[in-house]
């Protein structure tokens, strides 16, 4: 869905490389965030069509990064999708009553990646 805007908060600059580079050769648009507070600010400033949101960051974790968007009135609804190495039984469904709309196992698949996060754009 070429033209949607992205906003990433991830913390390993690795991690935020790779999505970046897959999202941008894909046609999207790309805001990085290197940390939870950091991506509660810009959110609503970009107010992106679909966030990316990395649950082990320094200070704030994901988890509270996104019971803190569905707070904010501009992002509310905006699709929150997990990409996490957080893999354990339950750990999906700890992003998702968090508030997350999605989930993405990491390392991620480059070769299905876009499909999977296009499955929550509408």
């Given at each position: ?65 996104a019971r803190a968007l569905r707070k904010k009135p501009l992002v509310k609804e905006t699709p929150i999708v997990a990409v996490t190495s957080y893999a354990m039984p339950g750990d999906k ?30």
């Amino acid at each position: 869905m070429p033209g949607k805007k992205v906003l990433i908060i991830e913390d390993n600059e690795q991690n935020l490389y790779l999505i970046t580079y897959l999202l941008e050769n894909s046609g999207y648009e790309v805001t990085p965030a290197r940390d939870g507070a950091q991506g509660c600010a810009m959110a609503e400033v970009v107010q992106p069509d679909v966030i990316l949101l990395d649950i082990q960051l320094p200070g704030m974790d994901g988890y509270a990064v996104a019971r803190a968007l569905r707070k904010k009135p501009l992002v509310k609804e905006t699709p929150i999708v997990a990409v996490t190495s957080y893999a354990m039984p339950g750990d999906k469904e700890k992003a998702l009553s968090a508030g997350c709309t999605g989930y993405i196992e990491k390392p991620i698949d480059p070769a299905v990646f876009i499909d999977q996060l296009e499955e929550h754009l509408v």
